[in-house]
């Protein structure tokens, strides 16, 4: 077999214990087994397992090669009081893992009626992912994780077990969530938040150096962000005065350009800085 030669996967195979309503759309390859429960809407990508006690409702996608294990509730009306019963939908990407007892709920109207997990991200033991989030890809969610509505998580973030967010809070790609943090405002991209309520402390040197960013970056990242969050000034002061030294830097423009489009909550700062907010 050449290497561009496709394999063909196998007819899905429900176990004889398994519930799996009229409608159900299972592509080749799916498994899934005793005593889960799949939705008249649900559409299971190519190779996507579902272990026992699964349970999937809902208009919900499920990207090919996605694992889900026991006892996980996935695609179950919003839990928003606001909540009428409207046809929203829940979207969960390729090559993800979503361990025992994980919930995620679908959007509602006011979030644009779509919560969406991206691809390759691990989601672990009891965490909960809630309406109208927006997780990026290679997201790590550890156990007991909770995510409250419209959060956005970007690409290749993780937060420790047992961390929260606020509703509406924006944690930026390649940051970096302590264990047990409660973080009520916006989280950089490539920041370390600590801490209950959660504040900076630093930049996620380990996840940038295992992610094979430059020695060159990584010290130019660093010198931005003590320009950027100094005492002197206001923080939208400092924001211009580092994008005025460092306009060649991808990175901190980044930073800079997640800072300037502002969000709901304020950004998360070092607890010795004063402003909370630009």
């Given at each position: ?17 398994a ?29 996507v ?15 090919k090669?996605?694992r ?21 939908r ?62 956005q ?126």
């Open positions: 077999m050449t290497a561009s030669a496709s394999v063909t996967l196998p007819s899905p195979q429900v176990h004889p214990l519930l799996v309503e009229k409608g159900a759309i299972l592509h080749n390859g799916v498994v899934i087994g005793p005593f889960c429960h799949v939705g008249a809407n649900v559409t299971l990508d190519e190779g397992h579902l272990h026992s006690h699964v349970v999937v409702a809902g208009h919900t996608t499920i990207g090669r996605t889900i294990f026991p006892f996980a509730s996935i695609g179950h009306e919003p839990q928003d009081l606001k909540f009428r019963g409207e046809l929203s829940l979207e969960i990407g390729e090559d993800c893992t979503l361990r025992e007892g994980v919930t995620v709920n679908p959007g509602t109207a006011s979030g644009g009626l779509l919560t969406k997990i991206g691809n390759r991200c691990t989601i672990l033991a009891n965490a909960h992912v809630a309406h109208d989030c927006q997780v990026g890809d290679e997201v790590i969610l550890v156990n007991n994780v909770m995510l409250a509505g419209h959060c998580i970007g690409d290749c973030a993780i937060m420790g077990g047992g961390s929260a967010s606020h509703q509406f809070v924006r944690i930026g790609h390649h940051a970096m969530i302590g264990g047990l943090a409660g973080v009520e405002n916006d989280v950089i991209p490539y920041g370390l938040a600590m801490g209950n309520r959660a504040s900076l402390a630093g930049l996620n040197l380990v996840g940038l150096r295992r992610r094979g960013f430059s020695r060159e970056a990584i010290h130019e990242l660093r010198r931005a962000y003590r320009l950027l969050f100094a005492f002197e000034g206001t923080l939208t002061e400092r924001v211009e005065d580092v994008a005025s030294e460092f306009s060649h830097q991808e990175q901190v423009g980044e930073i800079l350009q997640f800072i300037r489009s502002g969000g709901e909550r304020a950004i998360c700062t070092p607890r010795e800085t004063k402003d909370a907010q630009a």
